[in-house]
Nanobody, 126 residues
Framework: QVQLVESGGGLVQAGGSLRLSCAAS????????MGWFRQAPGKEREFVAA????????YYADSVKGRFTISRDNAKNTVYLQMNSLKPEDTAVYYC???????????????????WGQGTQVTVSS
């Protein structure tokens, strides 16, 4: 069984930064692409970023491109989301998820991801 545990969320002022972490259990972490999604109050969950198994390919939602960076450390079974220049509209619960394969589909569909963390709250004040 794969478990994903997010951390690093919190309250930050607009323009600030946060780094989210997602620690994965299991020895096969490095074989799978990983993604970050978020869900704001009253809205559907949306794709944020994805990274391939070897980190050779990354992909971002237009809303975060140039501000957020996804990375991974396969030795630590951890994927990160560095978030800079945060805006109030970035406020959401952030989830990490494991893809079903080594690479991800740029359709950014949730159906591609088979394991999810419990989420971590990010609140950006204006």
């Amino acid at each position: 069984q794969v478990q994903l545990v997010e951390s690093g969320g919190g309250l930050v002022q607009a323009g600030g930064s946060l780094r989210l972490s997602c620690a994965a259990s299991g020895r096969t972490f490095s074989n799978y692409a990983m993604g970050w999604f978020r869900q704001a109050p009253g809205k559907e969950r949306e794709f944020v970023a994805a990274i391939s198994w070897s980190a050779d390919v990354t992909y971002y939602a237009d809303s975060v491109k140039g501000r957020f960076t996804i990375s991974r450390d396969n030795a630590k079974n951890t994927v990160y989301l560095q978030m800079n220049s945060l805006k109030p509209e970035d406020t959401a619960v952030y989830y990490c998820a494991r893809s079903g394969g080594r690479y991800f589909n740029t359709s950014a569909s949730e159906r591609e991801y088979d394991y999810w963390g419990q989420g971590t709250q990010v609140t950006v004040s204006s």
